[in-house]
């Protein structure tokens, strides 16, 4: 059975910073495409970024470009999203996924499994 759990949410000031992770259950890893998607309350859940099997490929959503980094690390089974100089809109609960695919998607059909998710609030 193949689970994720997230960790890392929490409150920042504008402009901080955060760090969630998402742990993998099992040794299959690396055959997964991973991301990180977001929603808000009364919205449809949005791409933030995602990641391929071996981080040949990588894609992030405009608004996290220059600000997030997404990153894996397949030994440990996890995947992290490293949030530099957050703002108030990047609140949210923010979910891990994996894809079965080796091809990478902003799309949330596209992904099998999913985590509980973290929340994420920026405020002053």
């Known amino acids: 059975q193949v689970q994720l759990v997230e960790s890392g949410g929490g409150l920042e000031q504008p402009g901080g910073s955060l760090r969630l992770s998402c742990a993998l259950s099992g040794r299959m890893f690396s055959l997964f495409s991973m991301a990180w998607f977001r929603q808000t309350l009364g919205k449809e859940r949005e791409f933030v970024a995602a990641?391929?099997?071996?981080?040949?490929?990588?894609s992030y959503a405009d608004s996290a470009q220059g600000r997030f980094t997404i990153s894996r690390d397949n030994a440990k089974n996890t995947v992290s999203l490293h949030m530099n100089d957050l703002k108030p809109d990047d609140t949210a609960v923010y979910f891990c996924a994996a894809s079965y695919s080796p091809i990478p998607t902003r799309y949330e059909s596209t992904y099998q499994v999913w985590g509980q998710g973290t929340q994420v609030t920026v405020s002053s």
């Open positions: 990641i391929d099997q071996n981080a040949a490929k990588i």
